[in-house]
């Protein structure tokens, strides 16, 4: 079991369930509610166990049937990034700039900290963990230790940019990471010797990457406020671009590449040449990072709810609102369906 980025949680051969009655756990108390950032981690499921972690200053574990807490450890910072893991370890980011290493029972086993915030989920893979910070600075580190193997320094200048970072990707050989300032770069992911930059975004205004980068064997997908470009993970050069306003996240399928628009909707688009399918209008503010779950898409909108579309039309198919929107991609997988809602909320719904 290797670890997960971007691209590969995605994508899950498992259906949202048939019924949406959710399971509610509050993490915020009613003060903390109000935090005007919202919820953007999503949760991990690893075999029984659910891997949560928040604004609430930690990450706990419980099982999925009971609620059971098997462990909770607390946190320096908040946690905006998404926990990943790979064969042994789980790695949680804050804000506070700490990148903790844990075993799946929830003892330390060390952790690395850093001058600026973690915003950004890190990946894990080949004994590797890679975290992006909120200066736009990559970090490799050993997996097994937190000794530092390479870093790459970007000199963006993140200042008044929308996120202070876009997500991380792996394949090829190389990490590819989307930069404030419109760039995709490619680095090897073993010495971090810089590969290629390309370029996504033209104007200086809302230049950041957004959505991706993806990759998947032929093509690296990211895209902005400008537009939606499939480059050559090879050299960078663009295989195609199209003017889409892109947010939130994408979904690689079989055919189709599937977004967030920065109109509130949710597109399908052709990804051997950008040719768009569908679109459809969601219920309150902008897409969060969807899922491709069996035949449906599923995803959450920052002021609204959770919604399954029909992959091939757009058609939706069923809609749930949890009382606050939703900023996080949301889990799909075998046992069911989880997210945390923007108000601190952690929803399951169960098969």
């Known amino acids: 079991m290797g670890g997960i980025d971007n691209s590969k949680s995605s994508r899950t051969a498992f259906a949202s369930p ?12 009613e003060v903390e509610r109000d935090f005007p950032s919202g919820e953007h981690s999503t949760p991990l499921v ?24 098997i462990w909770k450890v607390s946190t320096k910072g908040r946690v905006f990034a998404s926990p ?25 086993l060390w952790r690395f900290e850093n001058k600026y915030p973690f915003l950004v989920s890190p990946i894990a893979d080949g004994g590797q963990v890679y975290a992006l910070n909120a200066n736009q600075d990559l970090v490799c580190l050993d ?28 394949g090829d050989g190389n990490v590819f990471v989307g930069l404030a300032d419109g760039r995709v770069v490619a680095l090897d992911a073993k010495v ?27 093509a690296v997908y990211a895209g902005s406020r400008q537009g ?24 690689i399928g079989e055919a189709r590449l599937y977004f967030g628009t920065a109109d509130g909707g949710m597109a ?31 995803v959450g909108a920052t002021r609204g709810g959770l919604t399954a579309l029909d992959a091939e039309s757009g058609k939706i198919l069923k809609n749930y609102r949890p009382g606050s929107g939703i900023s996080a991609r949301p889990w799909v997988g075998e046992k069911g369906v989880a ?13």
């Not at 048939?18 to 108390?29: D, F, G, P, V």
């Not at 997996?143 to 996120?163: D, F, L, P």
Request: charged share 20%; hydrophobic share 50%.
């Open 18 to 29: 048939e019924k949406w009655q959710a399971h509610r756990i509050n993490l915020l108390s």
């Open 46 to 69: 690893l075999g029984e166990a659910l891997i949560v972690a928040s604004s609430v200053r930690e990450v706990f574990a419980m099982t999925w049937e009971g609620e059971e807490l």
């Open 84 to 108: 990943t893991y790979d064969e042994s370890r789980i790695f949680v980011a804050d804000d506070e700039g700490v990148l903790l290493a844990l075993d799946l029972e929830g003892n330390e």
């Open 143 to 170: 997996a097994a230790s937190a000794e530092a193997r390479w870093s790459y320094g970007s000199e963006v200048a993140a200042e008044g940019t929308i996120w202070r970072g876009a997500s991380l990707a792996l």
């Open 192 to 218: 971090g010797a810089l590969q290629w930059k390309a370029r996504i975004s033209e104007k200086p205004e809302f230049a950041d990457v957004l959505v991706g980068p993806a990759y998947e064997e032929g």
């Open 228 to 251: 939606l470009s499939a480059l050559n993970p090879l050299d960078g050069s663009a295989l195609w671009f199209k003017p889409y306003a892109a947010v939130g996240g994408l979904a």
């Open 268 to 298: 399908a688009v052709d990804k051997t040449n950008g040719a768009l399918i569908w679109t459809t209008a969601l219920d309150g503010g902008v897409a969060a990072a969807p899922v491709l779950a069996g035949g449906e898409v599923v």
């Open 339 to 351: 997210f945390i809602s923007n108000a601190g909320v952690l929803h399951r719904f169960k098969r």
